[in-house]
């Protein structure tokens, strides 16, 4: 992506120190960003929203009146700002602080300090998820394409589902946990099951290995998104026979690209 395609972005920083105010906008102004609002609060930047909608919202994980956490799931649960782009900068390295973010649906999360590399890649992201481009399948149509999504979190399918909307899938059937979805695959026709891994009932694991043996469409694609990182788990699932795995928080090319492999 060229710095003038940057330079149409909207963001609004959401940070409590002056200094890092001021470290974060001169890496956006050198990516050719100037329509940079700072702010310092959580809840400064839910009134502002009700006002004007940004294309970026970047903020830092500790805000003086609440989490990143919060905030992002403030915005997701809000029907008007629901669908807007979140970026996280923070050196939290806690999993169970960064793991409600990564659900969420965050473009990314930066570390503090990150490069210019990190802050392009992840700009680069927000413009393709404002400008989403249709998956290209060679032998099937994108409408006609059933996909069962599984998670736990009512947010994280908000977004997975808003994802896949924006790249041409419109028949989606829902699942909040693997037992549920187990049952909707002897109901139902899928061309493709995209799972979280950590659920209640049954698992992303339990429900791969449910459907390669048990199930009436044992070779169905599974894609699963996960924030899970203990490499034994993610040894055990790709043991099981899923199609593919994508960390969270996950770029839309990359789920785009995946599909299409997967698909293809």
Not at 101 to 127: C, E, M, N, V
Not at 238 to 254: R, Y
Request: overall charge negative; glycine content about 4%.
């Amino acid at each position: 992506m060229n710095e003038k395609e940057f330079t149409d972005l909207q963001v609004f920083l959401v940070e409590p120190s002056h200094t890092q105010q001021h470290i974060i906008k001169q890496f956006l102004f050198d990516l050719g960003i100037s329509n940079i609002t700072l702010i310092d609060s959580g809840k400064d930047l839910l009134s502002l929203l009700k006002q004007s909608s940004p294309d970026l919202i970047m903020s830092s994980m500790y805000l003086p009146d609440m989490t990143g956490a919060d905030l992002v799931h403030e915005i997701r649960n809000d029907s008007d700002s629901y669908d807007m782009a979140f970026l996280l900068i923070s050196s939290e390295t806690n999993l169970n602080y960064l793991d409600p973010i990564r659900q969420a649906g965050a473009i990314a999360i930066l570390p503090k300090p990150f490069t210019s590399k990190d802050l392009d890649i992840a700009l680069t992201a927000t413009l393709d998820y404002l400008n989403p481009q249709q998956v290209e399948l060679e032998h099937l149509d994108i409408e006609d394409i059933n996909v069962l999504v599984v998670d736990d979190s009512t947010t994280s399918l908000k977004y997975i589902t808003k994802i896949l909307n924006d790249i041409g899938i419109d028949q989606i059937i829902q699942a909040t946990n693997g037992q549920e979805a187990f049952e909707l695959t002897n109901e139902h026709l899928f061309d493709l099951i995209i799972t979280d891994f950590n659920m209640p009932e049954m698992d992303g694991l339990q429900l791969t290995n449910s459907i390669r043996a048990e199930s009436s469409q044992k070779s169905i694609p599974i894609l699963m998104l996960t924030s899970e990182q203990n490499e034994n788990r993610l040894a055990a699932v790709k043991k099981a026979g899923v199609s593919a795995i994508l960390d969270k928080p996950f770029k839309p090319a990359s789920i785009r690209k995946l599909i299409a492999q997967l698909l293809n």
